[in-house]
């Protein structure tokens, strides 16, 4: 079975609607940023402080191709995998790319609680999450299936992925 790549910004939603739709489809669930952390021993945050998002980036693109050997996950990807578009293609070629998105006043609210966003900690994480959108936003439009996770609940999203994979496959 092909495996359902979940991309889109930290807050989106793409752990829990991974988790859920792994569930449902009686697929395996794996989270990128859990394999780097197993990888690299350490924690996410305790790699940027120490070695740098550089090599944050080179370890999660290893990973990236280290899952596309495999099939029949629900992969939930790191929000920066985008950045080096070779990830996303080598992704998107073991399945289907859904792109998760919400607005950055919901993915504040969403993580502002988390000690875990190495890239947030700054004085004004707001901002900073406007910022890295604006970066990012250009990479995410590259992934053809799109769904905005702010008014939606969990089933109702899990319904349009389900939607998207059963008109992928005709």
Known sequence: MKNIILFGFMGTGKTAVGQALAQRLDMKFIDMDDLIEEHERTTISQIFETKGEPHFRKIESEVAK????????????????????QNIEILENTGIGICLNASPEVIYHRVKDESHRP??????????????????????DLIKHQIDTNEFSLAEVIKRITEIIEKSSH
């Open 66 to 85: 280290d899952v596309a050997r495999r099939t029949g996950l629900v992969v939930a990807t790191g929000g920066g995998v985008v950045l080096n578009k």
């Open 119 to 140: 890239l947030l900690e700054v004085g004004d994480p707001m901002q900073r999450i406007r910022d890295m959108l604006d970066v990012r936003r250009p990479c995410y």
